[in-house]
């Protein structure tokens, strides 16, 4: 996989990182799209063969697959309809699974899924399932020409293999059924920024294992021992800066979440319509990221 380099991280991403109201504005989105993407892929493949380890590495293979085509074309993240959102994400899916070779989407499943969430929005709506399908395809091959058909993607699960094996055999302060299901969360949750275009999955998986290690004070955890299972020399600065970032990403989801929970509470609940205390994402999520300062250099 092509990353991107440091002058384009420090030119490119970083300065909109820095763009308080910018970051606020397209964390919300892009939120909303991590959400989406992981519905999609939770849904997507039948039961009988559901498979988790295909179904993280199709997720992530995905959401890498969508920065960078955001990234080639603008980084100001448009608003998408409900619709456009839907097509984009199964069109980023099935560029993902190609990918990696873990075919488990099939267009007819996608195609369902998205005609049942259109319908849930617009009941009355009459879904053309043909067309669906062609703007997906459409949609498929438009990414594809805008990344030059480069499709490579980098993925940790060795890595995080290696990784849990190395926690089981630590006596940890929490459950470590639990820590694996949390770190699994927190590089999941990563990719909500596009972190995964300029950090190594490596950088990424530390770096999560690390927020962990804060969150909990899990001071058996030794990152020595951890950065020592790469295969290659992992840049410590690096990993303190993804660290950083990451850390904010799971504040600010969290709060999110709360927020859209309160939202559903006070929608369910018509008296609490006049209720002047809740205050909006934008606004809420300002508060818990008051400013974005990440040194790379």
């Not at 960078?68 to 994400?89: A, G, M, N, V």
């Not at 099935?94 to 259109?118: H, P, W």
């Not at 498929?140 to 926690?167: A, C, H, Q, R, Y």
């Not at 990993?239 to 006070?266: E, T």
């Amino acid at each position: 996989m092509i990353y991107l380099t440091k002058e384009d991280w420090n030119n490119l991403i970083l300065p909109k990182l820095s763009e308080q109201a910018s970051f606020n504005e397209q964390f919300l989105e892009l939120c909303k799209i991590q959400i989406a993407f992981h519905n999609f892929c939770s849904k997507m493949i039948p039961k009988e063969e559901n498979n988790q380890v295909h179904l993280t590495m199709i997720f992530m293979a995905g959401m890498t697959i969508f920065h960078k085509y955001r990234i080639c074309t603008d980084f100001s993240l448009k608003k998408y309809s409900p619709e456009e959102t839907y097509i984009l994400i199964g069109a980023c899916l099935f560029i993902g699974q190609k990918s990696i070779n873990v075919l488990r989407a099939r267009l007819i499943d996608v195609t369902k899924y998205i005609e049942k969430l259109i319908l849930s929005k617009e009941p009355t709506k009459k879904v053309n399932i043909k067309k669906l399908k062609e703007n997906i395809k459409n949609k498929e091959l438009e990414i594809l020409t805008t990344l030059g058909f480069n499709i490579d993607v980098d993925l940790p699960i060795s890595f995080i293999k290696d990784i849990k094996k190395k926690l089981s055999e630590n006596k940890l302060n929490l459950n470590i059924d639990n820590t694996l299901t949390l770190l699994n969360i927190f590089i999941e949750d990563s990719l909500i920024l596009p972190l995964s275009i300029y950090y190594t999955p490596n950088i990424i998986t530390i770096s999560c294992v690390l927020a962990l290690k804060q969150r909990y004070n899990l001071t058996n955890i030794n990152i020595k021992e951890l950065i020592a299972l790469s295969e290659y020399d992992l840049d410590k600065q690096e990993i303190q800066d993804c660290f950083a970032l990451i850390n904010k990403i799971i504040i600010a989801k969290a709060d999110f979440i709360k927020n859209q929970r309160n939202k559903a509470k006070l929608a369910s609940n018509a008296k609490a319509q006049d209720t002047k205390s809740m205050n909006s994402d934008k606004a809420s999520i300002t508060k818990v990221i008051p400013s974005i300062n990440v040194n790379v250099n």
